[in-house]
């Protein structure tokens, strides 16, 4: 079975800073797919960002940056130079080996103060 | 990227009507689609499986005769709730999963902008 953690209900950043979300997994396939996810209060899920267990470099998009460190089961967001439209809840996400279905994390309320 | 549209956006019902939620890939061939149904402040829970010519695969502890899901086709996917509660309203989201492995690998999924249910 797999599992995603997130263990911080609400993150406060001022706009401009950088800010780090954290995630941790469980999963005993030694493939899988780790992703990010941010819902803005319309309800969209948007992508932002995916990790594969093999890939050896940390993702990257744009603003977006994935800490993944693979001994720690850990896959943290970092987002850089905050915006006040980053200002949504965000949602750790896996996918396991022979399952195409996600997993998700109970979600991480970010807000940037201006 | 690719597109999935869901429909309606918005539906309130009367409590023991049925009320059915469209799920389309607008763009690419979904052999399998997904249901989640989300709670206020709450993470999304998969509901469902569905896949293309087949019988959908339930989630533990979901009702399969009151969400009844129709993959009639490689673009569309139903969900009907059947015999509304108000316990049953929430926010249902779909997602598809584009078998072109693009930059998630075989993860590839594009999610649908969700359907918010209220029963009355």
């Known amino acids: 079975a797999q599992k995603i953690t997130q263990t911080q209900p609400g993150m406060f950043v001022q706009e401009k800073e950088a800010v780090t979300l954290d995630c941790t997994y469980d999963t005993s396939d030694p493939s899988y797919g780790l992703f990010w996810y941010k819902q803005p209060s319309s309800g969209e899920m948007i992508f932002l960002i995916y990790?594969?267990?093999?890939?050896?470099q940390n993702a990257t998009e744009g603003r977006y940056s994935l800490n993944f460190q693979k001994a720690r089961k850990s896959a943290n967001l970092v987002i850089s130079a905050s915006q006040l439209g980053d200002s949504a809840m965000y949602f750790c996400a896996m996918g396991g080996a022979g399952s195409y279905q996600l997993t998700f994390g109970k979600g991480t309320k970010l807000s940037v103060i201006p | 990227g690719a597109v999935v549209s869901q429909h309606p956006s918005r539906v309130i019902c009367k409590s023991g009507t049925s009320v059915k939620i469209e799920c389309r890939s607008l763009?690419?061939?979904?052999?399998?689609m997904f249901w989640y149904r989300q709670f206020p402040k709450k993470s999304l829970m998969l509901m469902a499986t569905s896949n293309e010519g087949s019988k959908a695969t339930y989630e533990q502890g979901v009702e399969k005769d009151k969400f009844l899901i129709n993959h009639a086709s490689l673009t569309l996917s139903t969900l009907t709730v059947t015999s509304a509660h108000p316990e049953d309203s929430s926010f249902y989201i779909c997602?598809?999963?584009?078998?072109?492995?693009?930059?998630?690998?075989?993860?590839?999924?594009?999610f649908g902008p969700g359907t918010r249910l209220t029963v009355t």
């Open positions: 763009d690419f061939q979904a052999t399998t």
């Open positions: 990790q594969g267990s093999y890939d050896q």
């Open positions: 997602s598809a999963r584009d078998p072109r492995a693009g930059t998630s690998g075989d993860y590839e999924q594009y």
